[in-house]
């Protein structure tokens, strides 16, 4: 059922076929005294409906089954939106669990929640500050399509009107070298999550719904479509926007450009790595990203998404921002460069 999904996550990132099909190794729901049922609305405790309301974002619910799972009770919902089917789960006590792919993988989960203190950068780093660390390091821009171009001196600067957009066609090694660079790191899958999530598993780092007012993504109606805004754009002083930062006064986690984060991915990170500061596998053959896109549909700019591609390549629907170790998530960050 979850088909559709499978393909919008090739699609964003462009991970190859053969990786999400051999992903599969779930073993979800088939340990023995676990059980399953369908069930009505009626049947579903208020705490857990609230839960649902809040992710279904408008959508209808198809299905609802009642399972057990290693002694717990969860529910899952099958929703329909927008020609789309998800697959969401809540535990009995209302706590959102995120969703199932195909393969029986958890996409997102509350481990986001626990993720300790960290600061996280207010905006997606820009095209001005990119090309400060090309100038700094000596590098190649990687890419001629993104907005950075040589001037007369040899050094880098943004295209004229392009400062404050955010950096895209840079590969993982470029967004972790820029970080490194600025005495930062890239934020970890869950550091990213929590400072989108906060700790009320909203789906959106505003709160519940997505419109045009909120975030950039594909048709969103925005000044600049069909292409990127600048950064902290829905700040509600720019004309038919809302002020929509995450509850850590963090921007755009949702659209204009995914992000790359530190971890490699695994459809199975969720699950198999450790509830708190998970930093994904040892290794593998791509790394995490989130927040999905300009490019995108609202529907995958929900906070729980995950998405992957290999450290190597650039996309014109990519960028990152920076995080370090202590003290707070986001709300007084100061960027290192303006
Ligand atoms: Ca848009
Ligand atoms: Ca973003």
Redesign the pocket.
Known sequence: MFKKFCIAVLVIFGISTVFCAASGAGEHGGKSGNWEKKIKWAKVPAVVQAAIEKHTVGGKITEIVKKSEDGKIVYEFEVQKDGKELDLRVASDGTYLGEEDAEGNITGSEAGAQADKTWIDKFEVTNAQFATFLNAKNADRFDEQMEIEPGPDGTYGAEAGRERFPVRYVDWHGAAGFCRWAGKRLPTEAEWEKAARGTDGRPFPWGDAIDGSRA???????P???GT?PVGFYDGKNPGTQDSPSPYGVYDLAGNVGEWVADWYAPDAYQTGPSRNPTGPAAGQARSGRGAS?QHPPELLRSTMRYSGRPDARYDYVGFRCARDGGQMARLFQQRFS
């Not at 950039?216 to 925005?222: A, T």
Request: glycine share 8%; no cysteine.
């Open positions: 950039n993504f594909l048709s969103s109606g925005d600049y479509d069909e805004t300009w």
